[in-house]
Structure formats: C-alpha cells, structure tokens
C-alpha cells in the first residue's frame, strides 16, 4: 500500500510508485543505508531481546519524478501478528528537504539560524543541558498551546506524557555519552487545554568547538492525525487478519460437518479446528431429550460424574435451560465458583472439577432449540464478548449440521422400516395365487411367480424386458392397446378376458384386471389376473352336455307323448277292429264285401303295430 501524498511528496502517482523497486526510488547511497539497516533490525530481531514496538528512522535521498532529490524522513516499524512475528514493514516518509536546508542555514549563520528557527514549519526549541526551555519557536507554541514565555519557565519532562518519560531520557543520556548525535522518537505531549497529542521529536546535541555538549535542539512534527490514521490501519489489519483466520477455521468446520450426514462421526476433528479458535479446557454440546431432559452428544475433556458422552440429566438449574429460555448465548464467570453453583445447581459436577469461566451459545434449528453448545475453562475470566460472537457462528453451523444429523437418521429408520414393509408386501405379492405383473411403455419390468409360471418361464428374467405384446394374443392387440390407453389417462376399465401367448406356444385363456401405478420411476401398469383355461374348458364341456341333456330331455318328452297318443291311438284302434270284424260273420266268404273288409282290418292292425 502507497497512500496518495506520494504525488506530493515524489510526484509519481499510487501506480507509478507501486511498480518502483528500491533502486529506483532512492540513490545508491541511501539504497546502502537502508539495506544495512534492515539488516541490523534483522539481527536484533532474532536476537529476541529487541523492543517490539521500536521505530528506525533514517534521513534518505529519494528521487522525484521530474529528475531532482529530494531529501525524506522515513520511519519504519514491524507489522505484526498477534504472535508478535514480524508480518510486514511500516513505512512513513515526510519530505524534509526544506529542514535539511533550514540546518544548513543554521550552520551557515546566526541570523539566518534565528530566522528560520522561528519561521520553520516544524515545532523548535533549545534546550539547556538540563532539559529546561531556552528558546521556542511559534509552531512548537502552537502545538502545545504555551506562549514561548510560558515554556521558558518548564522543562521538557513536564509536557511529556508519563508513559514516553523513560524513554525520551534514556535516548538523550546515551546521546549525552556519544552513542549517537542525533535520535528521533515519537511522543506523546500534555498540551496546556489538557488534551494529549502526538508529536515526532528529533533531537540533535549541539556541542561547542572543543567538542563539549552546549544544548539540546530538538525539531518537532505534530503527528497526532497521522497516529490516528497509523493505529486505525493496525487496528484494520488486526481485524483482516483475524477475520481471515476466523473465515478459514470456519469453511473448514464447515467441511467437516458437511463431510458425513452422521454428525457424531465427525464431532471430533470439528473440536479439534474449533479449539483453534476458541480454546477450552472443556467442550460440551447437550441436546434436549424431552420438556425435563438433556443428554450429552458429545464431550471433550476429563470425565466427570453424570455429565459425560451418553449421559442424561435434569434441565432444571443448568446453564442450558437459561440459554435455551432466552435463545441467547451467555458468559459465566466466578472466582471460587460457589456463586455459579447456587444460581445454577446443574453446574455442580462441573464447578467441583475446578472449572470457573463458562460460555454457552443454544443450538437452534427451524427457529426451534435443540441444545446447547459450552466452553468450559478453568482460568477465571477466560471467555469475552468476541469470543461469545465466534460461540454463535460455531453454533449456527453445527447447530444446522445435528438437525440434518436427526433428519438423516430418522429417514435411515424410515427407510429401514419401509424396506421391511416392502419386502413383506413384496412377499405376499409373490406368493400370491393370481398373477400379478407391472408393464411400463408396454414393457414387462415385474412378474411374481404365479405369472412366470402361468407364462410357461422358469424365472422372472426371461420376461422381464418383453414388449407385452409378444405375450398378448394378436386376435387382441387392439384391445390391448385401447384397455392401456385408457388406463394411461387414468381411466377405469372392466374386468376383461383376454388370450396369452406362453413361453412353450400354448395359448391359455386369462381374466385380467388393468389399474395405473405411479411410482419414482414414472407411471406403470398394475395388471392383475388368473389363468381360466381350465375354467373356460370346464364350462364348455358343461355347455356340451347341458346340450345333450336337453337333447335327451327333449326326445324323452317326444316319448312320452308318442306313447300317449299310440295308447290312446290303440284304443281306438282296438274298438275299430272289434266292430270291423263283427260285421264280417254275417258277409259270405268269398264276397267282395268280406275282402274290403279284410283290408281294412289288415290296415287297422298295421297302424296298432306302428
């Protein structure tokens, strides 16, 4: 990052200057120190002994955009991480070529020292030996709100801040001894209107001809804005950082619980990612088994008496039943634990084991709860508000992760149950006495057994695949085809019979029965039906001798009535005969009366015989 005044400063935009290397921006010269610098600041680093919030602050010569050289002031410091490991470099840069040139004029003469000491754009002073106040210049004046006069009558340690004392007469006592001519520190001033600033100090020794030390002159930057601006981007990247931290423990929480539809097969590397995010000595997560229960689904941590994986316990007086009443997360925290104990009873197992800050977040699925999520620490004042934030978002997703856990075991035993349920029904279907068979787009796909073998097959396979219409007698494919229309469109067809075709060429009769069966796999034909070749044979030899006997019955009748009407026939007969012979004693032999009469009686017996 390169802030906007480089334009300013160098007159290279953000852009420009981002794609410079370090050769580019400052002279060989200033390329040497720099390099030998952060090579020192290296050093002391790994030393491990270096004050981590130090600043190093070198003089450089840097190019302009337009050729010139400028002369800079560039401070760099650490960025670090929250294990305090250098991450980054910090640098702010201010152009001073104009004090350059101001000490310069100091040295060149007193007058112009006097001029430019009290117009230069930077806070001024001479300091006596005894760090009084000799001289002020009117910016340094307006910094701290004192008249020179006023400042005339302190010393600089009674505008310093308490926390930078230390360190201001540490650098100038090593000053004083020749460690150094010169050192630059950022301080905090107590400005007259009681209001705390910041100022970037440089401090130079003065010393007289023969060497020896006549005052001090510092130069004095107010830098409170600049402070501001520095601290809101630690703070800024502090939080990226921590933030990227928090998102990438959470995508892989995420992962885990997401990894497996049993959540309890992945509970452990869950407080494993967990626990580098948010640490405990203890973590529990307990789900509501009814209105008065809870049960521990999992627990990490030494074991305690009734509060471990399995076990079940009253809600009354835990910590789970105040979070679930308010859905709220909640932090607990005790010295002794004896308060936490008598505001919540349930706690007791777990406060005799030594355990004294708590942090609780409900578990809630479908806006209902369904447990509760607990960090347990034995460091009293362990958990914080942002730690309570990190509890939530842990519980929102683990939270989700037992839910569809639940889901997916109650589907498991539904789907166990229906399998039993399918296998029985499937077993009294293939048991069944009739045949039972399933066609999709005029295809065989089922057939229990008394279909395979009513259709002549061994096994269900050698139909399976078939177009039904290599079974259906062709003398009814065009019934077929209209009865499975029909069907199709969710009509209702009667009982019909039809002829099959098996497997060996015999043609057997069916009655069958056609209903539409909608399933996963798409709509399908349930036929169900029985073999009626038998039958049909039985009722046709029925038909054949029912015919005989009312062939029998009728020629029985034809009989009865021949004989009736020949009885009477011969009664008539017989009185025809006995009066036909009485005349014939009174007609002579041999007359042609006695003939005719004799014929006669020949024709009566005839019919009497007929």
């Keep these: 990052y390169i802030s906007p005044s480089i334009m300013r400063i160098r007159g290279f935009t953000v852009e420009e200057a981002m794609e410079q290397t370090l050769d580019q921006i400052m002279t060989p010269e200033s390329l040497k120190i720099t390099l030998a610098a952060f090579e020192e600041e290296m050093k002391l680093e790994a030393s491990g002994s270096a004050d981590p919030d130090r600043s190093r602050t070198l003089e450089l010569a840097e190019y302009r955009k337009d050729g010139s050289i400028i002369q800079v002031e560039a401070s760099f410091s650490f960025l670090r991480d929250r294990a305090h490991k ?79 004392l230390e360190r201001n007469m540490e650098l100038t006592r090593d000053m004083v001894a020749g460690k150094f001519d010169s050192f630059q520190m950022d301080k905090r001033y107590l400005r007259k ?45 502090e939080s990226a950082l921590r933030l990227a931290k928090e998102n990438a423990v959470m995508a892989e929480i995420g992962r885990i619980i997401s990894s497996t539809p049993n959540i309890e097969e992945a509970y452990t590397s869950f407080s494993e990612k967990v626990k580098n995010l948010l640490p405990y000595d203890r973590i529990a997560i307990n789900l ?80 209902e709860p369904i447990g509760c999520l607990h960090f347990r620490s034995k460091q009293s004042g362990f958990y914080s508000e942002n730690d309570l934030r990190l509890g939530k978002i842990i519980a929102n997703q683990i939270a989700g992760a037992i839910a569809n856990s639940q889901l997916y075991q109650k589907e498991k035993r539904m789907e166990k149950e229906l399998l039993k349920s399918e296998e029985r029904y499937r077993l009294l279907v293939d048991l069944s006495p009739l045949m039972v068979i399933v066609h999709q787009q005029r295809k065989y796909v089922y057939l229990n057994s ?153 024709s009566a017996h005839r019919a009497k015989d007929l």
């Excluded at 007791?348 to 699925?365: C, K």
Aim: charged share 30%.
């Design 193 to 237: 209107d009681g209001r705390i600033i910041w100022v970037r100090m440089f401090v130079r020794l003065v010393k007289d001809a023969s060497g020896k030390p006549r005052h001090f002159f510092p130069m004095v930057e107010y830098i409170t804005e600049l402070k501001q601006a520095e601290e809101a981007l630690r703070k800024s990247e």
């Design 86 to 164: 250098p991450v980054g470099i910090l640098a702010t840069t201010r152009d001073i070529t104009e004090r350059k040139r101001a000490e310069e004029a100091l040295l060149k003469s007193e007058q112009t020292l006097r001029r430019t000491f009290d117009q230069a754009p930077l806070g001024a002073a001479i300091l006596s030996m005894d760090y009084r106040f000799l001289r002020a210049n009117a910016e340094l004046c307006r910094i701290t709100g004192y008249s020179e006069q006023e400042l005339l009558a302190l010393d600089f340690m009674t505008i310093t801040h308490p926390e930078d």
């Design 288 to 367: 509501i088994k009814d209105s008065s229960t809870l049960i521990d689904c999992y627990v990490e941590g030494e074991p305690l008496p009734g509060r471990n994986a399995g076990d079940t316990f009253p809600k009354a007086g835990t910590l789970t039943e105040a979070v679930v009443k308010n859905r709220k997360g909640l932090i607990v925290d005790s010295q002794d634990g004896n308060e936490i104990a008598v505001k919540y009873p349930g706690l007791l197992p777990v406060v005799r084991a030594g355990y004294r800050s708590f942090l609780s977040v409900p578990l809630i699925s479908g806006d």
């Design 450 to 602: 008394a279909a395979v073998k009513a259709l002549g097959a061994s096994k269900a396979e050698e139909l399976v695949g078939r177009s039904i219409y290599e079974v259906i007698h062709p003398d009814y494919w065009d019934l077929a085809k209209e009865r499975t229309n029909q069907v199709e469109q969710g009509k209702s067809v009667p009982l019909t019979e039809e002829k099959y075709i098996r497997l060996d060429k015999k043609v057997i009769d069916v009655e069958l029965n056609h209903v539409q069966m909608l399933d996963q796999d798409g709509p399908s034909i349930l036929v169900m039906g029985r073999d009626i070749t038998e039958q049909k044979k039985d009722e046709k030899e029925k038909a054949l001798l029912r015919g005989q006997l009312q062939q029998a019955q009728k020629m029985e009748a034809i009989g009865t009535l021949a004989g009736g009407i020949a009885h009477d026939f011969n009664n008539i007969l017989a009185a025809i005969l006995g009066y036909a012979q009485l005349p014939g004693l009174d007609i002579p032999e041999g007359s042609k009366a006695q003939y005719n009469l004799q014929q006669s009686i020949k």
